[in-house]
């Protein structure tokens, strides 16, 4: 595969009633064989549904805070903070501030919310 750079205004933006996503690399933007990468960009209160992640996720938060709900657990991240998320656990992610977040997965990841059937979202995909 050659070398590139995805340059800005190239980018995918996605949006829902939950968040801003904008894919900066994915497999079918042709810049990445397997990994993908996207912003989110979620206002104070938004929160995204229950679901799982059948991969490994790493979130970066670099404005804001955010709280993942993994399983059991609550953890607040704020602006520099990092977290791996793994695989197949129900998470949920909410805005406690404006936030942005870098995320980082497998571009063919399926999400699933409960009692529903998995896909690839766009932003990932």
Do not use: K
């Amino acid at each position: 595969m050659p070398i590139r750079a995805n340059r800005a205004g190239t980018t995918r933006r996605t949006e829902t009633q939950n968040a801003v996503m904008t894919t900066l690399a994915s497999p079918t933007q042709g810049d990445a064989s397997v990994l993908s990468m996207w912003q989110v960009d979620m206002r104070q209160g938004q929160r995204d549904p229950a679901h799982t992640v059948d991969s490994e996720q790493i979130w970066h938060v670099t404005s804001g805070e955010l709280a993942i709900a993994i399983e059991q657990e609550t953890m607040r991240l704020a602006a520099g903070d990092t977290l791996v998320v793994p695989e197949a656990l129900p998470r949920q992610v909410v805005a406690l501030t404006d936030a942005t977040a870098l995320v980082c997965g497998f571009g063919d990841a399926i999400v699933a919310m409960p009692g529903e059937a998995g896909f690839t979202p766009a932003w990932i995909g």
